[in-house]
């Protein structure tokens, strides 16, 4: 009478040798890894894209952006500039002023994007670690049907099962990643958009206020 094998998930991983095990060990750290960075770089994103506008209605209207706003560099760098080229004309105080906003605006997204690469390389890799593991499996069961010298399906397919279990994992962590990546990566660009968008019209508010200023001063 021939062995019932347990073929759910845990029965599988349990089942499998030390490779085969290690690799889907580390295919399901993966996946718990990139859905808790998906979801902290998703929260985090949401809040620069609305500090972003929130430095535009300053830019646009004085309504003064919170203390802790996400984008405060950009607002600090402008103001800075503006100080800096006090008497210049307006043109040049707006250029001068944007780019140093552009700057800020660069600096702090590099800054954000930290942890997207390893979402990326997660997407990338994982199915081949899977693929590995299967590899192995199926060497594995070939093997142990060479000296046991039975071929029925009952015995080949738990040692199959093991082994493209590895793959499925492989797939489970590399296709959230994937999806992940793009779309944080739509969401870091919308929110360094509107961060670019508000430098601008902070120098241009800047570059009219200093110009005022000057003109001023000579009457």
Same mark, same amino acid.
């Given at each position: 009478? %021939?062995?019932?094998?347990?073929?759910?998930?845990?029965?599988?991983?349990?089942?499998?040798?030390?490779?085969?095990?290690?690799?889907?060990?580390?295919?399901?750290?993966?996946?718990? $890894?990139?859905?808790? !960075?998906?979801?902290?770089?998703?929260?985090?994103?949401?809040?620069?894209?609305?500090?972003?506008?929130?430095?535009?209605?300053?830019?646009?209207?004085?309504?003064?952006?919170?203390?802790?706003?996400?984008?405060?560099?950009?607002?600090?760098?402008?103001?800075?500039?503006?100080?800096?080229?006090?008497? %210049?004309?307006?043109?040049?105080?707006?250029?001068?002023?944007?780019? +140093?906003?552009?700057?800020?605006?660069? *600096?702090?997204?590099?800054?954000?994007?930290?942890?997207? @690469?390893?979402?990326?390389?997660?997407?990338?890799?994982? @199915?081949?670690? $899977?693929?590995?593991?299967?590899?192995?499996?199926?060497?594995?069961?070939?093997?142990?049907?060479?000296?046991?010298?039975?071929?029925?399906?009952? +015995?080949?397919? @738990?040692?199959?099962? *093991?082994?493209?279990?590895?793959?499925?994992?492989?797939?489970?962590?590399?296709? @959230?990643?994937?999806?992940?990546?793009?779309? /944080?990566?739509? !969401?870091?660009? *919308?929110?360094?958009?509107?961060?670019?968008?508000?430098?601008?019209?902070?120098?241009?508010? /800047? $570059?009219?206020? $200093?110009?005022?200023?000057?003109?001023?001063?000579? *009457?």
């Amino acid at each position: 009478m %021939e062995t019932a094998h347990d073929l759910s998930p845990l029965g599988l991983f349990l089942a499998a040798d030390w490779v085969v095990r290690s690799v889907m060990l580390m295919l399901v750290l993966a996946s718990i $890894g990139v859905w808790a !960075m998906a979801l902290d770089r998703a929260l985090r994103f949401r809040r620069l894209a609305q500090d972003a506008r929130a430095l535009r209605r300053f830019a646009e209207d004085g309504s003064p952006p919170a203390h802790d706003n996400a984008w405060a560099e950009v607002l600090v760098a402008a103001e800075q500039a503006a100080r800096e080229v006090m008497g %210049e004309s307006p043109a040049d105080r707006r250029h001068y002023i944007a780019s +140093a906003a552009r700057l800020a605006v660069t *600096e702090r997204t590099a800054r954000a994007k930290a942890g997207l @690469p390893v979402l990326a390389s997660i997407a990338s890799t994982a @199915p081949f670690i $899977g693929l590995f593991g299967t590899v192995w499996g199926i060497m594995n069961a070939f093997t142990a049907i060479a000296r046991s010298g039975n071929t029925s399906l009952s +015995a080949v397919a @738990p040692g199959i099962a *093991e082994a493209l279990f590895a793959t499925a994992l492989g797939l489970v962590a590399a296709i @959230p990643a994937a999806l992940a990546y793009n779309r /944080l990566s739509a !969401m870091l660009g *919308e929110a360094r958009g509107a961060a670019t968008g508000a430098g601008e019209r902070l120098a241009r508010r /800047l $570059g009219l206020a $200093g110009a005022s200023r000057t003109r001023l001063a000579a *009457e």
